[in-house]
């Protein structure tokens, strides 16, 4: 392919008029250092020479033409974003991985020391729980350690050895920065992405940003502050450090002509990915407070933006180069709503209607209800479903307006002399820029001539995109036909021909061949269609209404994706709609309308069988939460114009030979049959959707084969029985427990009694009693003005369940999951709040924290608060109290050389807790408790336990958050557990006692189960069982299964669900 010309980059300029050059320097050779908080780069290049990509071998490896390919794909590293790394690299690995592709891992711990890691190892949940079984490899039986690199260098060197090419999946410094670049690059080894210097300049937001506004692209206005300028602030702030960024903050305020009280602006590290450490300031105060906050925490230069303004509308778009250039895929806008409280989901009436979008007097107004961060596109929207940020899919621009995004990135990609791929982000100026022009630097004199015009201002650059199942890249290349595999394969092959790396040999793997009713058919089925073994249809079935709706999504994605990799299914995403969705043209059973319009508009479903549900395309399947899903589903498959869109990149794509490389999929094929085929969403009632279901099964030369249901609905009606019992009834198969154990799983009392009843030896639950919303309502009305009847109230909960008044107790709904509600409540104070929120329908709860409080003067006692996500108003009406559980404090932690090791917090056995009155208060702890994890499978009867897993809490008042749980890279889950903390005897007590657990409640297929154990005993405490686990990529299941004697890859465990659902059903079994 012809090398794209790059202009050449200049030293990088303060973008405000009143500083003077920075003057580009050399900062020597690379030095690799533990303690450093970044690593230091080499003397820069400019972007033509990225682009040329110098010192690096450009010719043919040794070999022959057809060997198989070696990826090595390199992850974690020194940042904040070494848990998305995580993620991105098991996405790589699970879509390149083939007969004539072999990927091998290789992670960077914090010291920048390497790892070449066996494969089951990537799907650990995060980076410290890596890290752990990292340093214990050689005396963990579990863990596979084949050879460590002391540095960067060492690694580079065994890679080109090894003729590998490097796919690279470190975010943020030291991976996107072009120091791993630069490292490869003098170890002659072939990778994808931007070269050293190119990454160098895109990854630097004021470096970018001088680049683009030299080069002919309008960027927005920003001040940089450079972290040499201001000395002292890793201790206290000086006054005159203080002052002198005050000065500064306030000098371009006005030079902006920003209101020094009220203006907006954006203060972010120049260096940082992810939306880490982005916020929004309001005045120069306030700026000046965030900029100081910024500066220490990142130890690096800083950037005040001015806002882009409402007229701005956010986006991102992912270019992929081509033989012939650079192809920039469909934009996405991204509509921040607000966090209303920073809850799980924004605020929706009972018909699911979202907040109103921001306008200019939500920053601006003296008496706004919400703070300003509220509309920051920030780390925990971008990686968690939440209906605070709203992704519109292609982005809402209009045709036109949409080329003009597409032309005007593929323009910067090649300014920066970006390669391969890379993601842009910035914002769209429709109609007319009005007021907002102001905030847009232009180049030369351009405005006048530009300020009634559309524009696109592009803020960042991401060289090395996120790579997580529904991340943008994998949207965008879905909405063009392209799916996981072909668009990384497409991507690999881009950089193997620059590189005069040879095409990939013949081979088998299966390929993706949209038939003529757009289902997915394999590569030997198209070969030899007289022999074809018909394949087993699974719908995978998730959403619902409940407060787990979200996580819902991402364990139906993962299923959707892991069970199509297996190749003996023929696997179909299946929306069930929010209760509060009645859609025009959803059939019934008998193939009439389901609900009149006027119904439609005023009333949700009244039974389960009447609520909707979707068949879906694959890329409707890639949304960041239920609601989008069912926007795109309800859409059908767009206007014409923009499938036409769709068509037009489709087409760049193939007529640039993206699809060229020699990839499985494409091979020996027309390279559009490789493509997804769009078609609409199928839109019917559930009643009709199991009747077709039962009449899916059909007969080859292999016997009967029958469909089954993959439940992946988490709360709710997916495990409270309902669904189960309908799918019973109408004689589908489906994975997991029947209707019975459902019922008494989702239900956590009866849970709870079914265990006691069993007189099982070393196996207890917990004290219960039960509060019902009503109760709470009660409280509420009574304790206006009437102390003595809140504290009777405390203290009967208190002795009802044997809590110990210095602990307090637990509070949790009923029938819920995902952490939501769950609250440690330790006086009658923390009981009101909790009730006032349940009453309210508030979507969060913060209660103080005191337990973590180190001051004895309660006067200099620093707060520390919790916040708790809250049950979705009008789901939880029965509330579970419970003795609180006070586990021993186990911790991961790093030494000086960022070696990590487990243990048990010094004197964890009586903890000093701080209570209003400054007096201290023991928290008695007779028995050392840990809380475990614990999967387990099989047939009715016969269920086996897998290795448990260690739960390590981090924060939260000692409950799991939302992210901890279902975040990857977030919560530390450590499988099995270290010896140190239960040894390998108790482990084995331990399975043997939850196995016993699980078929007392008659579980089947697989679940999970959350307990607490004696380290000393084993004895242990049921807390709950989840009949329908979460299922995503982060998920302690895979873990488990991983670690099994032989063990079991994510795919293949989540296969053998189905088979036992066959099984069942054949063999006679409850279904």
Not at 961 to 971: A, D, N, P, V
């Given at each position: 392919a012809p090398a794209i010309a790059s202009p050449a980059w200049a030293p990088a300029r303060s973008r405000a008029r009143d500083r003077p050059a920075l003057a580009g320097r050399s900062r020597g050779p690379t030095r690799w250092s533990g303690s450093s908080r970044r690593p230091r780069l080499a003397a820069p290049q400019t972007a033509a020479q990225g682009a040329d990509d110098l010192h690096v071998r450009t010719t043919p490896l040794d070999g022959p033409p057809n060997t198989k390919t070696l990826v090595a794909v390199l992850c974690g590293g020194p940042s904040q974003e070494r848990g998305i790394s995580l993620n991105s690299a098991r996405s790589v690995l699970d879509h390149l991985r083939s007969e004539e592709i072999d990927v091998e891992c290789f992670y960077f711990d914090r010291a920048l020391r390497a790892y070449a890691v066996a494969t089951k190892e990537m799907y650990s949940n995060t980076p410290s729980d890596f890290d752990f079984k990292l340093r214990n490899g050689s005396k963990n039986k579990n863990m596979t350690l084949n050879k460590t690199f002391q540095n960067p260098d060492e690694l580079a060197a065994h890679l080109s050895e090894r003729n590998a090419i490097v796919f690279p999946a470190v975010h943020g410094a030291f991976g996107e920065d072009g120091t791993l670049q630069l490292v490869l690059e003098k170890h002659s080894v072939p990778f994808v992405g931007a070269g050293s210097a190119s990454a160098g300049v895109a990854f630097d937001k004021n470096k970018c940003a001088t680049t683009l506004l030299k080069h002919g692209h309008p960027v927005l206005h920003a001040?940089?502050?450079?972290?040499?300028?201001?000395?002292?602030?890793?201790?206290?702030?000086?006054?005159?450090?203080?002052?002198?960024?005050?000065?500064?903050?306030?000098?371009?305020?006005?030079?902006?002509?920003?209101?020094?009280?009220?203006?907006?602006?954006?203060?972010?590290?120049?260096?940082?990915?992810?939306?880490?450490?982005?916020?929004?300031?309001?005045?120069?105060?306030d700026a000046v407070g965030k900029v100081t906050e910024c500066l220490r925490e990142f130890a690096g230069d800083v950037l005040v933006e001015q806002h882009a303004g409402v007229g701005g509308k956010e986006f991102t778009v992912v270019v992929i180069e081509t033989q012939t250039g650079p192809v920039a895929l469909t934009p996405t806008e991204i509509e921040v709503l607000g966090s209303f409280g920073n809850g799980d989901v924004g605020p929706e009436d009972e018909k699911g209607k979202q907040a109103d979008p921001p306008n200019r007097n939500d920053f601006e107004s003296e008496n706004r209800h919400q703070d300003s961060n509220d509309f920051v596109f920030n780390f925990r929207r971008k990686y968690l479903p939440t209906s605070q940020v709203v992704y519109h899919a292609p982005a809402r621009f209009g045709t036109d307006g949409l080329a003009q995004v597409r032309?005007?990135?593929?323009?910067?990609?090649?300014?920066?002399?970006?390669?391969?791929?890379?993601?842009?982000?910035?914002?769209?100026?429709?109609?007319?820029?009005?007021?907002?022009?102001?905030?847009?630097?232009?180049?030369g004199d351009g405005f006048e001539r530009r300020k009634t015009q559309t524009q696109p201002v592009f803020t960042d650059v991401n060289v090395v995109s996120g790579m997580e199942q529904t991340s943008f890249l994998f949207l965008q290349a879905a909405q063009c036909g392209v799916s996981h595999a072909l668009v990384l394969g497409g991507v690999l092959a881009n950089a193997r021909a620059r590189y005069g790396i040879g095409t990939v040999g013949d081979g088998s793997e299966e390929a993706e061949v949209p038939s003529e009713k757009g289902k997915v058919l394999s590569d030997d089925t198209r070969k030899v269609p007289s022999k074809r073994k018909k394949k087993r249809k699974v719908y995978v079935?998730?959403?619902?209404?409940?407060?787990?709706?979200?996580?819902?999504?991402?364990?139906?994605?993962?299923?959707?994706?892991?069970?199509?990799?297996?190749?003996?299914?023929?696997?179909?995403?299946?929306l069930l709609a929010p209760g509060y969705c009645a859609l025009d043209g959803a059939t019934d059973a008998q193939g009439n309308n389901a609900v009149d319009k006027k119904q439609n508009e005023t009333k949700a479903f009244a039974s389960l069988e009447n609520t909707p549900v979707f068949r879906l395309p694959y890329a409707s399947v890639l949304r960041h939460t239920v609601e989008e899903v069912l926007r795109a589903a309800s859409s059908g498959g767009g206007t014409k114009e923009l499938k036409a869109t769709q068509i037009k990149i489709q087409t760049e794509l193939v007529d640039g030979g993206f699809f060229d490389g020699g990839f499985p999929a494409t091979r020996g094929t027309d390279t559009r049959a490789a493509l997804l085929d769009f078609f609409d969403p199928v839109a019917e009632t559930l009643s009709a959707f199991a009747a077709s279901v039962a009449l899916d099964d059909e007969e080859d030369e292999n016997g009967r084969q029958l469909s089954v249901v993959f439940n992946a609905v988490h709360g709710g009606c997916?495990?409270?029985?309902?669904?189960?019992?309908?799918?019973?009834?109408?004689?589908?198969?489906?994975?997991?427990?029947?209707?019975?154990?459902?019922?008494?799983?989702?239900?956590?009392?009866?849970?709870?009694?079914?265990?006691?009843?069993?007189?099982?030896?070393?196996?207890?639950?917990?004290?219960?009693?039960?509060?019902?919303?009503?109760?709470?309502?009660?409280?509420?009305?009574?304790?206006?003005?009437?102390?003595?009847?809140?504290e009777t109230f405390w203290q009967g909960l208190l002795h009802s369940v044997g809590a110990d008044f210095r602990v307090g107790v637990c509070f949790k709904p009923n029938s819920d999951g995902c952490s939501t509600g769950v609250a440690r409540l330790r006086s009658s104070k923390d009981l009101l709040a909790y009730a006032f929120a349940v009453t309210r329908g508030e979507r969060t709860l913060t209660l103080e924290n005191i337990h973590d409080a180190e001051q004895k003067n309660s006067e200099k006692r620093k707060k520390i608060f919790t916040k708790i996500e809250m049950p979705a108003p009008g789901t939880s009406f029965e509330f579970l109290c419970e003795p609180f559980v006070v586990t021993a404090a186990v911790e991961v932690f790093s030494d000086e050389s960022g070696n990590e090791s487990v243990r048990f917090v010094v004197d964890d056995r009586v903890d000093s807790q701080r209570r209003g009155d400054g007096e201290d208060q023991k928290e008695p702890r007779t028995r050392r408790l840990v809380e475990i994890t614990v999967g387990v499978f099989g047939e009715l009867g016969f269920i086996k336990s897998m290795e448990p897993s260690l739960t390590v809490l981090q924060k939260n008042g000692g409950v799991?958050?939302?992210?901890?749980?279902?975040?990857?890279?977030?919560?530390?889950?450590?499988?099995?557990?270290?010896?140190?903390?239960?040894?390998?005897?108790?482990?084995?007590?331990?399975?043997?006692?939850?196995?016993?657990?699980?078929?007392?409640?008659?579980?089947?297929?697989?679940?999970?189960?959350?307990?607490?154990?004696?380290?000393?005993?084993?004895?242990?405490?049921?807390i709950e069982c989840n009949t329908v686990p979460g299922m995503t990529p982060s998920t302690v299941l895979f873990h488990q299964a991983l670690a099994a004697t032989p063990s079991v890859e994510p795919g293949e465990f989540l296969a053998n669900q189905v088979r036992l659902a066959v099984r069942a059903r054949e063999e006679g079994g409850r279904r």
């Open positions: 001040q940089v502050l450079l972290y040499a300028d201001f000395k002292g602030l890793d201790e206290a702030p000086s006054s005159e450090c203080l002052l002198k960024i005050r000065q500064t903050v306030h000098s371009w305020f006005r030079q902006r002509d920003l209101d020094v009280a009220k203006g907006v602006v954006v203060v972010k590290p120049t260096q940082g990915g992810s939306s880490l450490g982005v916020v929004v300031a309001l005045g120069v105060d032309a005007e990135a593929v323009r910067v990609f090649r300014t920066l002399g970006l390669r391969d791929f890379a993601r842009l982000d910035g914002f769209y100026y429709g109609d007319s820029l009005g007021d907002d022009a102001a905030a847009i630097d232009w180049p079935l998730f959403g619902g209404d409940s407060s787990e709706r979200q996580v819902s999504l991402l364990s139906g994605v993962n299923v959707f994706l892991k069970l199509r990799g297996v190749g003996e299914f023929d696997v179909v995403p299946v997916g495990e409270d029985g309902s669904l189960q019992d309908f799918l019973q009834k109408k004689g589908v198969v489906f994975t997991g427990s029947d209707a019975h154990c459902s019922r008494v799983c989702m239900d956590k009392m009866r849970t709870g009694e079914t265990i006691n009843c069993a007189n099982l030896p070393g196996v207890g639950v917990c004290l219960k009693k039960k509060v019902t919303a009503w109760e709470m309502s009660a409280l509420v009305s009574r304790a206006n003005g009437d102390d003595k009847s809140l799991l958050s939302l992210e901890e749980k279902f975040q990857g890279g977030t919560g530390i889950n450590i499988t099995p557990p270290p010896k140190e903390i239960l040894s390998p005897k108790i482990v084995e007590v331990v399975k043997d006692r939850i196995a016993r657990a699980a078929n007392v409640l008659g579980i089947a297929g697989f679940a999970r189960i959350d307990a607490f154990v004696d380290c000393e005993t084993g004895d242990v405490t049921i």
